[in-house]
């Protein structure tokens, strides 16, 4: 076998395409157009398409909701124009038959609660991910049985549709790509300090409207910085998420 003469400068090389499936694709306007997303889509790890449910009705009035079954209050995005949809962008309308680094996410309240941990096997483990938006009430269940391979939802509180959670996840992922950031330098401290918030940071002037920064911030001890830091760090978590402290 012959040796490679140069280490692969990408040896962790992932790209990702997102398709989204909406009936407000023009909700997504500039979102993917700034920062760590627009870096990775001009470096091509990531391509992102939002697709107008719509496109995939036949009838006159473009129909994508209809009353549910059984009675209630208002409408639920029926199941054809979205197997369509689906369909059209894997290839298969059985989840069975997508290809296996093929998701389909459904955003929804009842889905399981988006997680770093979940953002990172999404980017271990898939190249296409498609995500459908829920809206109104809800989606025909028939949609979550054959065609969702994920059902999440990004907290607990009342979205008005999965637009916003969509933007999130794309966010979350996209950041996490090998070369988004400056990846090296900035995945390490994330484990680093992984389980507390990250700890208070000022920058000049050194007093802003009678506000002082520590002095131990301005003095050169790093011992002494790194000691204030860690806890600064656990001071903040024990007052905004003293959950994070509980566990482990
Ligand atoms: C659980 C609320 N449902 C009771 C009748 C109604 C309902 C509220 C909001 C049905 C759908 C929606 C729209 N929300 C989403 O599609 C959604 C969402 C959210 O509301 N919160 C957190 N994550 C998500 S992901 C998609």
Sequence with gaps: MQKPKFKDQRPNSKRMRFDIIT????FFGEAFDHGIIRRARAAGLV?????DLRSWTSDKHRMVDDRPFGGGDGMVLKPEP???AVEALTGSSRREDYNPRTRVVLLSPQGKVLTQAM???FVQDTEHL???CGRYEGVDERVADALVTDEISIGDYILSGGEPAALVLVDAITRLLPGALGSETSALNESFSAGLLDCPQYTRPPEFKGMQVPDVLLGGNHAEIARWRREAALDKTARNRPDLLKKN
């Design 47 to 51: 391509e992102v398409e939002a697709h």
């Design 23 to 26: 009936i407000f694709p023009e």
């Design 82 to 84: 979205i197997f369509a």
């Design 130 to 132: 498609v995500l459908i």
């Design 119 to 121: 953002a990172s096997e």
